[in-house]
């Protein structure tokens, strides 16, 4: 366990948890910010990224469980993303559409901002959102974040205008 708050606790994610992330990252609806659904391989390739990152910087997205079930609900946690000409440290958040609206994503992301500032000693983190995920950002700002700026970035041929909600360390 990595993180834990009143409901959840957050783990790294590992092979096992390939059916559970597909629920998410296979979900229409719940990828609408990603252009769509993943594939089978997409999904592989997304887990291999995150236990990289879990080698690399001793963390990434982490699996999100539901202490109450013992169920992996979503993913959240910490990645290095480019952002301009730079790499900011961002907290990350996908849940499946069936817990959606109940507080996860915001009491998730609140641990992870904490853990970055008072573990890694990070003096700022943000959220980078597509500026049509109303629902994202209100995590953000639920989570004491602001807009810093915004820039265009292009995936899967696509356009996508994000901003960059940013917090900072005290």
Known sequence: MILE??????REMNQNDFQALCKTLQDDEAMY???????????Q??????????QKWSFGLWAVILKETDTMIG??????????NEEVLEIGYLFERSYWHRGYATE???ACKQYAFETLKSDEVCSIIRDTN????NVAI????AIKDSWTKHYRGVDMPHYRYAAYRR
Not at 33 to 43: K, L, M, P
Not at 142 to 145: A, K
């Open 75 to 84: 993913q959240c946690g910490l990645t290095m993303q480019p952002w301009k």
């Open 45 to 54: 390739e997304w887990l291999d990224r995150q236990i990289s990152r879990y």
């Open 5 to 10: 708050t009143e409901r959840l606790y957050l």
């Open 108 to 110: 998730a992301a609140k």
């Open 142 to 145: 639920r989570n004491g974040m």
């Open 33 to 43: 910010a990603y252009e769509g659904a993943f594939s089978n391989a997409e999904v």
């Open 134 to 137: 109303i629902p994202s950002q």
